[in-house]
Each structure stands twice: as C-alpha cells, then as structure tokens.
C-alpha cells in the first residue's frame, strides 16, 4: 500500500513538529508555506514554496495530498475552502473562520455559557471613547494577532491619546483580569465524543510570549474540572476533528476564563513529546488521518522553557542531561522576540 499524504499549510516550527510526528506513523509530508525559508522544510518530504493565494500553486500542493491540515490559524479562509472542494481539510475551514476573529471566537464561547473576558468591539476613536468603562484594558485586533503583535494596553483615558491606532483594523478593547495564573487544556477529538485530553498545563507568559509551560498545574478541583470539561465541549460543539488548545485565565479570586482557542497544537504542549506515551502532534496527525486513537498516558511530569531571540546561543553549546531534551528549530536567524527553540527537562 502506497504511503498516506499529508498537506500541511504553514511551515513554522509547528508544521516540524507535526512533519516528525508522522514520519514515525509513516506518512508522507508535504508542506506548504508563503516563507521561502520555513524551518519546517528541512522536517518535511516534499515543500511547496508560494502565497496562498495563489491559485495555481495551491491547485499544484491539492495534487500532491490526500488530506490536508494546518499549523497555525491565519491561513486565509478562500484559500481553505478552495482546497476543502479537492481535498478534505482537518479541521474544517469553517472554524477557522469563527475563532480566527477574537469577536466572533468570544461571542462563540459565550453562547456555550462559558465565560470570557469582558470586551466590547471598536471600530473608531469613538467607540473607544464611549467604552472607557473597559480600562485598564488591552486593545486587540480581532483579526491576525499573535504572540502579543496588535495589542496596546491602555491604564487610562490619557493613554488613548498617546498611541496611533490604524482604524483600518477593527478592535476588540478587553478588561485586564487581574491574573493568578495562565493554564492551557489541549484536546485531540477524533469523532463524536471520542476524544484524548492532556491534564491542564501551568503557563508563564513573559511580554505577552509563552516562556514555560509545566505540568501537573498548581490548581484546585474546581479549575481542573471545568477547564477540563469546557474544552471537551467548545471541540464538541465545532465538531472538531484533530488537536485544539483552549487558553485560560485565572484570577485571585479563582475565576476562570477562557482567553482564547487556537485551533491547532499549542506551545503549551510541546512538553507532551517528552512527558507523554503520545504527544499532541501525534494525535493531531491520527485523527486528521482517520488513523485508530491510543489511550494517551502521562509517563512524567514536565517543563518546558522556550528559547526566545539570543536564548538559544546558550542552549547550543549546553552539555544535555538524560531527563533534558533541547529542540532547536533551525530557523535561519535569530530575531528578537523570535522563538529559536525549547527545552524539556522530565521528572522521573
Ligand atoms: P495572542 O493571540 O497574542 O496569544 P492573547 O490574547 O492570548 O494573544 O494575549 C497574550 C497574553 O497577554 C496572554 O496570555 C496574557 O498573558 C496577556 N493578556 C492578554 N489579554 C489579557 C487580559 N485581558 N488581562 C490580562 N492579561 C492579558
Ligand atoms: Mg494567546
């Protein structure tokens, strides 16, 4: 039998991680991406350089797959559902088009009657003027941000007057929660109330980026249960199929919120290669495959540290302990702000 395809859109470090994940369920990889330099190549079977919005050069990667997938969540929706007409797309395009946008994600979460931060949408100086209400607050794009890109804190009404905002954008201004902690919930669906779920995961953010992610998260019952029992049914309710992260806040009074879904495998869950029997880019990979679905088991405790900018030069030269597991992710410069690589350290 003739190995199965992958398509996979995006080739940051992602799409590496997915690429090796399949090599070891023996599937073919072929990724496309618009950076002539994508990391992910150097992990892949066949790469597809071009932007995607470029018909002909999609139809070429449609060719080459039997199924296609994706590592990060700004892949515009035409070209999604151009493909979908060919080829299946895991998860389907149609989410993606929910939870691409912060207010429509947010107005999605809470017709489950799970809560959110609270938010107001904003469109002109006006709005924001009219909504003061919601500083100190943090200014959003509702669309194409990342690692904290097109955000602005505002303390006070002062601060409006002290930033340029393009209003070419639209906006969603959020309340600052006055965080405790940051856990994250990833989730493999693979059908119908089928699915594998990692325990919570511990996140410090540092300049709005994912430093360390640890397990077991320092959480009482309540959190544990309700981040649990919230992702199963935001996975469900999109009928989900593949890895899905859902990121929470937790205040100091022990709220919970959800602060957004990537639908995708997270950073948080990189440490799941090393603490778990499957980690979460395996799952991704079985159940956008239709492969058979293993009862995912925590082997040990685990955390991981990411190597932001210049970070990663200390880490190259480190001499590694049999519990510590380095990636470097290869990426052709070092960039600050950039992430270089991680590091999981097991506890046995
Ligand atoms: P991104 O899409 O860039 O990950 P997030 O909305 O997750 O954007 O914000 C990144 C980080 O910034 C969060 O993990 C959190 O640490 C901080 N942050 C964002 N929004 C809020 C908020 N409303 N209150 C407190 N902290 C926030
Ligand atoms: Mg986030």
């Given at each position: 039998m003739s190995k199965l395809n992958l398509g996979i859109l995006g080739g940051g470090q992602l799409g590496s991680m997915l690429a090796t994940a399949a090599k070891k369920l023996d599937i073919n990889i072929i990724i496309y991406c618009d950076d002539k330099d994508a990391p992910a190549q150097k992990f892949s079977d066949n790469f597809l350089f071009g932007s995607y919005n470029d018909e002909n050069k999609i139809s070429e990667f449609i060719n080459k797959v039997d199924v296609v997938t994706f590592e990060f969540e700004n892949i515009p929706f035409n070209t999604l559902e151009f493909i979908n007409k060919h080829k299946q797309v895991l998860p389907k395009p149609n989410i993606n088009q929910v939870i691409q946008n912060r207010f429509l994600e947010k107005k999605f979460v809470n017709s489950l009657n799970i809560k959110t931060t609270d938010y107001v949408m904003v469109k002109n100086l006006k709005d924001l003027h009219n909504n003061v209400n919601f500083l100190p607050g943090i200014l959003k794009t509702t669309t194409l941000g990342y690692d904290g890109k097109?955000?602005?804190?505002?303390?006070?009404?002062?601060?409006?007057?002290?930033?340029?905002?393009?209003?070419?954008?639209?906006?969603?201004?959020?309340?600052?929660?006055?965080?405790?902690?940051?856990?994250?919930?990833?989730?493999?669906?693979?059908?119908?109330?089928?699915?594998?779920?990692?325990?919570?995961?511990?996140?410090?953010?540092?300049?709005?980026?994912?430093?360390?992610?640890?397990?077991?998260?320092?959480?009482?019952?309540?959190?544990?249960?309700?981040?649990?029992?919230?992702?199963?049914?935001?996975?469900?309710?999109?009928?989900?199929?593949?890895?899905?992260?859902?990121?929470?806040?937790?205040?100091?009074?022990?709220?919970?919120?959800?602060?957004?879904?990537?639908?995708?495998?997270?950073?948080?869950?990189?440490?799941?290669?090393?603490?778990?029997?499957?980690?979460?880019?395996?799952?991704?990979?079985?159940?956008?495959?239709?492969?058979?679905?293993?009862k995912t088991k925590k082997k040990f405790n685990a955390k991981m540290i990411n190597l932001i900018g210049d970070d990663i030069t200390k880490y190259r030269n480190k001499r590694i302990q049999e519990n510590e597991f380095f990636f470097d992710y290869l990426k052709k410069e070092i960039k600050p702000k950039r992430k270089m690589g991680h590091f999981t350290t097991i506890f046995k």
């Open positions: 097109g955000q602005f804190k505002l303390n006070s009404k002062n601060d409006i007057e002290k930033i340029k905002i393009d209003f070419d954008n639209e906006y969603i201004l959020e309340k600052v929660v006055n965080l405790k902690k940051e856990i994250s919930v990833i989730i493999t669906r693979f059908k119908n109330q089928t699915y594998e779920i990692y325990e919570p995961i511990e996140n410090i953010h540092e300049d709005q980026i994912l430093k360390f992610s640890e397990i077991p998260a320092n959480i009482n019952d309540n959190i544990l249960n309700l981040s649990t029992e919230w992702a199963k049914k935001i996975s469900e309710e999109l009928d989900y199929i593949g890895t899905l992260c859902v990121e929470y806040f937790i205040d100091e009074k022990d709220n919970i919120y959800v602060n957004e879904i990537a639908p995708r495998v997270h950073n948080s869950g990189h440490l799941t290669i090393n603490s778990h029997n499957i980690s979460q880019f395996e799952n991704h990979i079985r159940a956008v495959c239709g492969m058979n679905k293993i």
